[in-house]
C-alpha cells in the first residue's frame, strides 16, 4: 500500500533495496573501491555527505561532498535531517536521511562511505544494512598510501595515521561489520566487494 510519505512508484522502481556501509580508514583505497562498486552495480547511488571539512582541489561540491558551514550543518542536526552524523578529525560529516529513504524505496543499491561511529548509528537505525571495512595490507602500506597522496600537512597525515590505528581496532570492538576485505591488491578488492554486495542482495531479494 503506498502511504502519502512515499514516493510515486517508477516502472523502474524494484523491491531490492538495499544499503551499503563501507567504511575504512583513510588512504586505505575505499573512496576508489566504493566508486567502483557503485559503477559495477546498475541502479546504485553514492550517498553525498554532508561536511564541514574544508574542500580540497581533489573535491566537487555537490559531487563528493555537500561542503557545508559549521553553522549550517549544526541546523540539519537540529532538524533532525540527519540519518547518522559525527565528528571526524575535529570535522563534522553526516548523511542526510531522505534522499537514503527515497532511494532506497526505489529499490536502489544506497552506498555509504563514513566512519565507524556513523556505521554503528546506521545499523541501529537500519539493522539490515550491509557493512564491509576495508583493511590495508599492512601499517606500513597505509603510511605511503597517507603520504602519496600529496593532499594532507605532515601534521594532517600523522593524525589521519594515528586515527586510521585507532579505527581498524574499533570496527574490529564494534562487532557490526559483516565482512572485512583487504586491499592487497584493487582489481581483486573491488571484485571481492562488488561479490560480496552481490550475493547478499540475491539472498535479501529471496
Ligand atoms: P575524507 O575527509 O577523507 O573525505 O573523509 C574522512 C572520513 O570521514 C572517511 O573515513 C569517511 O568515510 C568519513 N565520512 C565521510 N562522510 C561521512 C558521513 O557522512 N558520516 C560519517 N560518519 N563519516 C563520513
Redesign the pocket.
Known sequence: MTTPSEPHRLPSDTDNGLLLVI?GP?GVG?TTITRAVERSIPGSIFSI?A?T?PKSDADTDGVDYHFLTDEQFDAKVEADEFL???V?VGNK???LRAPVEVQLQRGRLVIL???V??AKQVKRAMPDAFAIFILPPDEATLLERLRSRKRDSDEAIRKRFEHAQTEIASARESGIYDAYVENDDLDRAIAEAVRLVTERRDITAD
Open positions: 567504511s583513510s575505499k555527505s561536511t571539512r547518522e552524523h559525527a571526524y560529516y553526516g548523511t562511505d563514513i566512519d561511529q556513523g
